[in-house]
C-alpha cells in the first residue's frame, strides 16, 4: 500500500473514533470527498511505471491553511428561567382585586393582588376597643396609685419632720437641768437603793425567824402536853425540855431579827427622807416628768415615721404594678396578629421579572404553595436557562464553564451563546434528551449568555456543547 493509502487508513481509523453527530457526519463526508478526489488524481498523473513526473512536466500546486476541527455533542432541552418566584400567601381570604396581567413585568415589592380583609379589619376595631377600654381603666388605676403614692411621701415627710423634733426635745430636755438634777440626787438615789435593799432583806430573816419560832412554840406545846399525860415517864421528860430550849433559841433569833429589822427599816426611811429632800432642793421630779414626757413623745413620733415609711414603701410597689400594667395594656398579641395579617392581605411581587402564570381570580380564596397553585408566578425573561440530558457515554466529556451553541426554531440559525452552568452526578430522566431519544441521563443547565437571544420560555431549543 502507498503512503496515500496508508494516509487514508490513519484518517479513516481517527474518523471512526469519533461520536457521529450530524455535524461531525457532514465534516467527516466532506474530509472523504477531498480525499478521495486527491487519491484519483494521484493516481491519474502517476506514470505507469510507478516513477513521479519530471520537474519539466506540469506542477499543480495547493496552499495550505490552517483549520480548527472541534468535538462537540448535541442535545435538546426547554428553555427555562434561572429565576422563578412563585407569589403564595398562607392566608385562605378571597381575592379583591388583581393588579397584574399575564406578560406584565413587575418590581419586587409590586402589588400582585389584595385579599379581602373585611373580617379581620372587624376583628381589629373589636380589638382596639377593648384595648382602649382597658387601658382607660389601668390609666385610672395608675392616676389613683399615683395619688396614693404623692399623699403617703407627703405622710411621710411629715412624720419624719415630727420624728426629728421629739428627738431634738428629747435631747434638749436630757442635756439641760435634768442631767444636773439627776446628778445632785444620785448618790441620795444610791444610799436609799441600798438602804431599801438592806430593810428588804431583813424583813425577809424577821419572816424566817418567826417561821421558825412558831414552829419551836407548837413543838414545845407537843410535848409538855405529852408530858403532862405521863408524868413520869423521863423521855418525855427530857423530850420537854428540849423542845423548851428550842423554843427559847427561836424566840432568841427572832428578837434579834426584829431589832435588825427595825434598824434596816429606819436606815431606810432617813435615806428616802434624804433622798426626797435633795430632789425637793434641785427640782428633779418635775424635770424628769418633762424628760420623760419627751421620751414618750420621741417614742411616739419614731412609731408613726416607721408606719408612714412602710405605707410609702406599700404606695411605690402599688404605683410601680399599677404603672406596669398600664404599659402592657397599650400592646396586645391580638391586634399585632391582626394587624399583619391585614397588612398581609397586600399580595407584593418577591422578585422583579415578568408574570407568566396567573392563577389568582377575584372572588377566589388565596391559595399558595407550588407554581400550579400559587397566586402568581414570576420569572426573570433576561436569565434564561436551558435544562438538557446528558447521555451517560458523554457525562465524562461534559464539565461546568464549557461553552455551547444554542439555536431554537423560533430564532432560526442565530446562534446564542451558552454556557454549561449546572451538572447532576446522578443519573434519572429529565426534560431534556440527547439525539431526541427521551432516554434517561444525567440532567444539566445551560445559561444563556448571549444578550437579546429572543429565546422565549418553554421553548424547545438545540445545544452543542463545545468539548474541546
Do not use: H
Not at 373589636?126 to 389613683?144: I, V
Amino acid at each position: 500500500m502507498g503512503k496515500a493509502g496508508l494516509w487514508f487508513k490513519r484518517l479513516w481509523k481517527r474518523l471512526r473514533s469519533f461520536r457521529f453527530t450530524k455535524k461531525r457526519v457532514l465534516l467527516v463526508s466532506a474530509v472523504l470527498a477531498a480525499a478521495a478526489l486527491g487519491f484519483g488524481v494521484w493516481r491519474f498523473l502517476r506514470p505507469a511505471g510507478g516513477a513521479l513526473p519530471a520537474m519539466a512536466d506540469a506542477v499543480r500546486t495547493t496552499r495550505l491553511e490552517k483549520t480548527t476541527l472541534s468535538e462537540s455533542i448535541t442535545v435538546t432541552g426547554t428553555v427555562e428561567s434561572g429565576s422563578v418566584a412563585n407569589v403564595t400567601t398562607s392566608l385562605s381570604y378571597p381575592v379583591k382585586e388583581i393588579f397584574v396581567q399575564v406578560g406584565d413585568t413587575v418590581s419586587e415589592g409590586d402589588v400582585i393582588c389584595t385579599l379581602d380583609s373585611s373580617d379581620l379589619e372587624e376583628q381589629l376595631a373589636k380589638r382596639q376597643e377593648a384595648l382602649a377600654e382597658s387601658r382607660e381603666t389601668a390609666q385610672k388605676n395608675y392616676d389613683k396609685a399615683v395619688e396614693s403614692y404623692n399623699s403617703a411621701a407627703a405622710k411621710q415627710t411629715e412624720a419624719y419632720n415630727a420624728y426629728a423634733s421629739a428627738a431634738s426635745a428629747l435631747e434638749t430636755a436630757r442635756n439641760t437641768e435634768y442631767l444636773n438634777a439627776a446628778n445632785s440626787v444620785s448618790s441620795y438615789q444610791s444610799a436609799y437603793d441600798a438602804a431599801l435593799t438592806a430593810e428588804q432583806e431583813a424583813g425577809a430573816a424577821l419572816n424566817n425567824a418567826n417561821t421558825a419560832l412558831s414552829a419551836a412554840q407548837a413543838a414545845c406545846d407537843a410535848a409538855q402536853a405529852a408530858l403532862d399525860a405521863d408524868s413520869a415517864n423521863p423521855e418525855l421528860q427530857a423530850a420537854r425540855d428540849n423542845a423548851a430550849a428550842a423554843l427559847t433559841a427561836a424566840q432568841n433569833t427572832a428578837a434579834a431579827a426584829q431589832s435588825d429589822y427595825t434598824a434596816k427599816s429606819a436606815a431606810r426611811q432617813a435615806a428616802e427622807d434624804a433622798l426626797k429632800t435633795a430632789k425637793a432642793n434641785s427640782g428633779y421630779d418635775a424635770l424628769y416628768q418633762a424628760y420623760a414626757a419627751a421620751d414618750q413623745a420621741w417614742l411616739q413620733a419614731r412609731s408613726t415615721y416607721e408606719t408612714a415609711t412602710e405605707t410609702l414603701r406599700q404606695a411605690k410597689e402599688n404605683m410601680e404594678t399599677a404603672a406596669e400594667n398600664l404599659e402592657n395594656a397599650g400592646t396586645s398579641d391580638d391586634i399585632e396578629e391582626l394587624e399583619e395579617q391585614i397588612a398581609d392581605c397586600t399580595i407584593t411581587a418577591g422578585a422583579s421579572g415578568t408574570i407568566t402564570t396567573l392563577n389568582a381570580t377575584v372572588g377566589s380564596a388565596a391559595v399558595g404553595g407550588t407554581s400550579n397553585t400559587a397566586l402568581a408566578v414570576i420569572q426573570n425573561t433576561d436569565d434564561l436557562t436551558v435544562s438538557i440530558t446528558i447521555d451517560e457515554d458523554d457525562i465524562k466529556s461534559v464539565a461546568v464553564g464549557q461553552q455551547a451553541i444554542i439555536k431554537s426554531d423560533a430564532t432560526g440559525d442565530t446562534e446564542i451563546a451558552g454556557t454549561v452552568s449546572q451538572l447532576s452526578l446522578t443519573s434519572g430522566s429529565t426534560g431534556g434528551t440527547q439525539g431526541g431519544t427521551g432516554s434517561s441521563g444525567f440532567g444539566a443547565e445551560v445559561t444563556v449568555t448571549g444578550k437579546e437571544s429572543g429565546l422565549l420560555i418553554g421553548l424547545s431549543a438545540k445545544v452543542e456543547i463545545i468539548l474541546s
